[in-house]
C-alpha cells in the first residue's frame, strides 16, 4: 500500500491523501482537525448542494481503520519532515 500525502492546510482541511493498494488507486481522502481537536480522516467526498456525500465506501471496519491509521502516520512523517521556519525567515509571502 503506498498513500502519498499533499499538505493544504486551509482551514480545517490539512491534507488531501491518495492510497494506492497495487489493484486500484483512490484519490482524495481527507486529513482534518477542527478547532485544535482530534485529527481526522475522511473518505473522498463531493458537495451536493449544501451536503458532502462520500464518493468510497470502505465497510470493512478492521481494513478502513487500517487504511486511516495508514494515512494518519503518513500525514504525520509529512508533517515531521517540514522545515519549521523561525520568525526571521518568515517573510509572510510563503517564500
Do not use: H
Not at 462520500?54 to 486511516?68: F, P
Amino acid at each position: 500500500m503506498k498513500i502519498t500525502i499533499n499538505m493544504i492546510q486551509r482551514g480545517s482541511l490539512l491534507a488531501k491523501a491518495d492510497l494506492d493498494t497495487g489493484v486500484m488507486r483512490i484519490f482524495g481522502f481527507a486529513v482534518t482537525q477542527r478547532d485544535g481537536g482530534e485529527i481526522r480522516v475522511s473518505p473522498p467526498a463531493v458537495k451536493t448542494g449544501e451536503a458532502w456525500k462520500n464518493v468510497v465506501e470502505i465497510t470493512d471496519q478492521a481494513k478502513r481503520k487500517t487504511i486511516y491509521d495508514a494515512i494518519l502516520a503518513e500525514y504525520k512523517k509529512a508533517v515531521a519532515a517540514v522545515p519549521s521556519a523561525s520568525p526571521a525567515d518568515d517573510d509572510g509571502l510563503g517564500l
